[in-house]
Structures are given as structure tokens and as C-alpha cells.
């Protein structure tokens, strides 16, 4: 099993910036892939932006060259550096797992239990 547990979620002004983490523990050998996904009010879960264990990322076309994901494997932790926040950005993050992939959603295998962003006009 693994385990995933987001922070860093929060209110800010549209052009803001904010750090997700997701801390990860359990059988975290078993992991090759993270991501994070959001999900808006109504609408479905989407991804945000993907890292493999060998550090290839990839992101969702609404946050390219705004957000980054990055990972610290001696802390077993995933990042999600946001910039240049807009209140389209507003939605639960959710960490996501998989032992294969994390995309398509039907990969994960683990999720976080999500943080709430708040983007303000």
C-alpha cells in the first residue's frame, strides 16, 4: 500500500504563486509514476501535470509554462510549483500514484485525499 497526503493548498490573488507537496509513504518502491490532478466545482478530474521515476514530466496545456512538478527522493516528496495563478486554476489537487502510469486517470492506482485552491480575481 501506499500512502499519499497533499498540503499547501490555500486562498490567493489571481497572480499569485503557490507550492503543493504531496509526502508519500508505504511501499513507495512499487511507484513508478506521480502526477496531480484538479478537479472544479462540476466539472471532471483532469491532470495537471505528470513526473515518471526518471524524472520525465509532462503538462496538462492549461498550465505549461506556469506550473512545475519536480520530486526529492530522499524526502519522498512531489512538488507542484504554480506561478502566474489564475481563477481557472480553482479546484481540489489531488496526488495521484500509479505503478504503471498516472495517465490516463484509469492508471492511478493511489490518490491523495486532495487540497482545496482558491484563486481570487
Known amino acids: 500500500q501506499v500512502q499519499l497526503v497533499e498540503s499547501g493548498g490555500g486562498l490567493v490573488q489571481a497572480g499569485g504563486s503557490l507550492r503543493l507537496s504531496c509526502a508519500v509513504s508505504?511501499?513507495?518502491?512499487?511507484?513508478?509514476?506521480m502526477g496531480w490532478y484538479r478537479q472544479a466545482p462540476g466539472k471532471q478530474r483532469d491532470v495537471v501535470a505528470t513526473?515518471?521515476?526518471?524524472?520525465?514530466?509532462n503538462y496538462g496545456d492549461s498550465v505549461k509554462g506556469r506550473f512545475t512538478i519536480s520530486r526529492d527522493n530522499a524526502k519522498n516528496t512531489v512538488y507542484l510549483q504554480m506561478n502566474s495563478l489564475n481563477p481557472d486554476d480553482t479546484g481540489v489537487y489531488y496526488c495521484?500514484?500509479?505503478?504503471?502510469?498516472?495517465?490516463?486517470?484509469?492508471?492511478?492506482?493511489?490518490w491523495g485525499q486532495g487540497t482545496q485552491v482558491t484563486v481570487s480575481s
Open positions: 508505504g511501499s513507495i518502491f512499487s511507484i513508478n509514476a
Open positions: 513526473i515518471t521515476s526518471g524524472g520525465r514530466t
Open positions: 495521484a500514484a500509479g505503478r504503471l502510469a498516472v495517465v490516463p486517470q484509469r492508471g492511478v492506482d493511489y
